[in-house]
Structure formats: C-alpha cells, structure tokens
C-alpha cells in the first residue's frame, strides 16, 4: 500500500484499493508499529467526508449564533456532543434560558441509535483495554461508526485497528470542531448549500456504507424492512421513533432469515 | 459574560446523555460470548441502523429527492465514495432546479 501516492488517485480509488495491498494480511492482529500507517489510511478514507462536514458545521454554527448561543458555546455544543443530529435538533429548540429536560429527552431520542452501533462494535473492541475503549467511544458518532465497520468487514480476519478510527476521528472531529466554530464567528459563509443537493452527501455515504455491508440480496432483506417501517413511522409518529421501530422490524426479519439458513 | 450558566448546564447535560448512549451498547454486551446464530444477526443489524437513520430522506414527497436517491444508489453500485457523493449532489441539485 503505497501511502505516499498522489492524493486524488488514492481518494478517487476508493478504499478497495487497502486491501489488495500488504494491508491484507493472513495473521490477524495488527502488528506494533502499525500505528501511524493505519492511522494515516483513516485520515485518507475520511476525507471524502468532508465534503458534508464543511458546509453543515458552517450551517450549524450560524443557526447556532442565531438562536442566542454564544461564540464560545457553540464549539462547546459540538465538541462534547459530536453528534450532528441532535446538535442540529437542539439549536432548533434552544431558548433563553434552554429547557434542559426537553433538550435531554430529544438528545437520548435521536442518539439513542448508539446504543445499537456500540453493540455491533463491542464484539470486536474486546481486547483493548477498558479506558482506551471508554475514550474510543466517546468519538463514535455514525460516520466514524460507519466506516470502521465497514473496514471490518472489507478486511475478514483482521482486528480492530485503534490507528484507523483514530485517523477519521481526528480528522472529522477536529473538521467539526473548527467549522461550527467558523459559522458561528462568521455567519454562513456558503448559505443554505442544502438547497443544492449537498444535503444527498450524508444519505450518499450510508448507501456506500452498505454496499460494503453487502451479502447477498437475502441478508439485504431484513435492510428493506428496517426501511419501509422507518418510512412509514416517520410519516405517523413525531420525533425519532422511526430509528428504533425501523432497526426493531429489521431484527425481527433477521432473527427469521437467519433461522432459515 | 461569553459563557451562560444555563446554557453551559445544557450543553453538559446533552454531552452526558449523548455519552451514555454511546457506551450502553458495549456495557451491555461486554463479556458476552455470542452464539454463531447471533453473530449472524449481529452482521446484518449494523445495515438496518444505516437505512433507518436515512430514512427521512427518502420521505421528504419530492420526486426530485427520490430521484436523486435512486441516482446515488445507482452510482454506489459502479463507483467509490467520492465519485458516488458527487453524483447525488450534482443530480439532486440539478433536478431540485429542474422539478422544484
């Protein structure tokens, strides 16, 4: 894996590119000293992400100003969250003096879709140590969640790499971080990019997600399901119901599928 | 005065229930050995998480949106994240323009 070549090639090539290097290796802990390698190949494959990162965190930063927050409160918000949707969620309903009760029960509401991503991560985190893996979840918003489960899975055999998720951590984080704090000082700066199409970033990045989840069409259909029903819940309930009923139904289907198999 | 006393209580009251949900879900599994079956289960949970949480997108009613989706998908089957994001941008935002 050359980590030295052109930018744009390796962004372009997309991260099938890793595993056809010396990254597929047949013993599966990642070796000491791999570190910054795989750190470097997180930063790299969270790049493309950016793209979202920029103009939301700018957006979010201006509403943020807006609705009374103050220039130091906004990083603040985004920094200890990390969370875009419930961030967003709670600029929305921020008053003067704020509802905290409100702002928590929504915040659990749409966060509470990392309960089930932290389950899917646990069997794979089991040999680090438990404060490293306390400190790694902090950061485990879904992008970060997202690729590294789909770099587990492009990679069978291999463990957890604690350089990768650092690498798109620290890249994403510190890109949220710096951006929101921008939108607040400078007001938006690219307007509202969303009536352009830049809000498809976000959904483009989970179909991509699951096109490395794939395998095979009966396993996607317990994901049709989990699709339909959050639709449908969407429509009829208000609030974030529609993640857990979604993922519930989608269980439900996989717990069937599975039984057949 | 830069920093408020009830907004920063707020914010350290979301920051705290954001936390919790990120570390519930290996707290509950923690030490658990699971059975093939339910690793089986397991791999296929993570994809029914991703659609839900985009579920909105696809019934936001405007055709140019579902449009758009279907132009993303269909550029995810041939091509990588970059290309595949530049795709749905550029086609959404064209048909918006286009449809409304």
């Known amino acids: ?261 | 005065m830069i920093l408020h006393l009830p907004a920063l209580l707020a914010i350290i009251v979301m920051a705290l229930v954001t936390y919790l949900t990120r570390i519930s879900g290996y707290l509950l599994l923690a030490g658990r050995c699971l059975s093939p079956r339910m690793q089986a289960i397991m791999d296929i949970v993570p994809g029914c998480v991703l659609v839900a949480v985009i579920a909105p997108d696809f019934a936001t009613g405007r055709p140019a949106d579902i449009l758009g989706l279907f132009a993303t998908i269909l550029a995810a089957t041939r091509f990588s994240l970059l290309p595949t994001m530049l795709c749905g941008i550029i086609t959404t935002g064209l048909l918006r323009a286009v449809l409304g």
């Open chain 1, 1 to 261: 894996m050359s980590l030295s070549g052109p930018f744009p090639r390796l962004l372009l090539t997309g991260r099938h590119d890793f595993t056809t290097g010396t990254m597929q290796t047949t013993s599966p802990p990642i070796r000491q000293g791999t570190f910054w390698p795989e750190f470097l190949r997180g930063m790299k494959t969270s790049l493309p992400l950016l793209i979202a990162f920029v103009p939301f965190g700018l957006l979010l930063g201006s509403r943020a100003v807006q609705k009374g927050f103050s220039i130091v409160e906004v990083p603040l918000l985004t920094g200890l969250n990390f969370a875009g949707g419930s961030e967003f969620a709670a600029v929305g309903l921020w008053s003067i003096p704020p509802a905290i009760l409100l702002l928590a029960g929504v915040t659990f509401l749409i966060n509470s879709r990392h309960i089930l991503m932290g389950a899917t991560l646990a069997p794979h985190l089991r040999h680090l140590p438990r404060w490293k893996i306390f400190l790694l979840l902090f950061f485990m918003c879904d992008e970060v969640w997202a690729l590294t489960l789909a770099d587990l899975h492009d990679r069978p055999g291999c463990r957890f790499s604690t350089g990768f998720y650092g690498g798109i951590t620290v890249c994403l984080y510190l890109c949220w971080l710096i951006f929101t704090f921008m939108g607040g000082y400078t007001g938006n700066l690219l307007g509202d990019m969303t009536r352009y199409g830049v809000d498809m970033a976000f959904p483009a990045v989970f179909i991509m997600l699951l096109k490395g989840m794939w395998k095979g069409a009966r396993n996607a259909l317990p994901w049709c399901v989990s699709l339909g029903v959050a639709v449908l819940v969407y429509h009829l309930l208000p609030g974030a119901w529609y993640v857990p009923a979604g993922t519930l139904a989608g269980i439900i289907t996989a717990l069937l599928v599975v039984r057949g198999a």
